[in-house]
């Protein structure tokens, strides 16, 4: 396997963000609990093991492959190259009323997951969002992407958020996580 190294995407590919991350397969998901009264409101999430895999394929359209085109022009989203060859994508956008970066797509090639790129890649995130002078970076993923909650919570984030209505679909909740960045 050649280096690894990991730089500023200069442009949008588009064919390259559909082949990295083109879905998931998970085998447990959060089924997500609500109680709401007057006193109290509770939302709770207990990790499940489910009897088939749940398998979600993404479709990304036209409007949000120009927005994630003007998101790159930014200059916080990076790419893990194997020689020429893009195998990571990280697709992030500064926010500065709250002084957060928004990390909208992320992924590592199948053929080059568990080789410690997804790490590297989130680090260099923080790095350029520290010096950027934000407080935050926020992820957004369904609880059924255990994977995906897994893999963030290794490299420092936690889950801050829930919203129940994200999606217009009933088993997918939408499942916020927040890594907060060193002042």
């Not at 998931?24 to 207990?46: C, G, H, M, Q």
């Not at 490299?155 to 927040?178: H, P």
Request: charged share 30%; hydrophobic share 40%; proline share 1%.
């Amino acid at each position: 396997m050649s280096m690894i190294e990991i730089r500023m995407l200069r442009d949008f590919d588009a064919d390259a963000l559909k082949r990295i991350v083109a879905g998931y397969t998970s085998t447990a998901k959060y089924v997500v609990n609500k109680t709401e009264r007057r006193e109290i409101t509770t939302i709770t999430l207990e990790l499940t093991t489910l009897d088939q895999p749940y398998v979600k394929r993404f479709d990304y359209n036209d409007e949000v492959l120009e927005r994630y085109r003007q998101i790159v022009q930014q200059g916080f989203s990076l790419g893990a190259y194997s020689g020429s060859q893009i195998i990571g994508i990280a697709i992030a956008e500064k926010w500065d009323w709250n002084r957060s970066l928004w990390v909208w797509e992320f992924g590592v090639a199948e053929t080059h997951r568990g080789m410690g790129i997804g790490k590297r890649l989130m680090e260099a995130v923080a790095d350029e969002a520290k010096e950027a002078n934000l407080r935050v970076i926020v992820c957004e993923t369904q609880n059924t992407n255990v994977p995906a909650i897994e893999f963030y919570r290794k490299v420092g984030f936690e889950i801050e958020g829930i919203d129940l209505s994200y999606y217009n679909m009933t088993e997918e909740v939408a499942v916020f996580m927040k890594r907060e960045l060193a002042s």
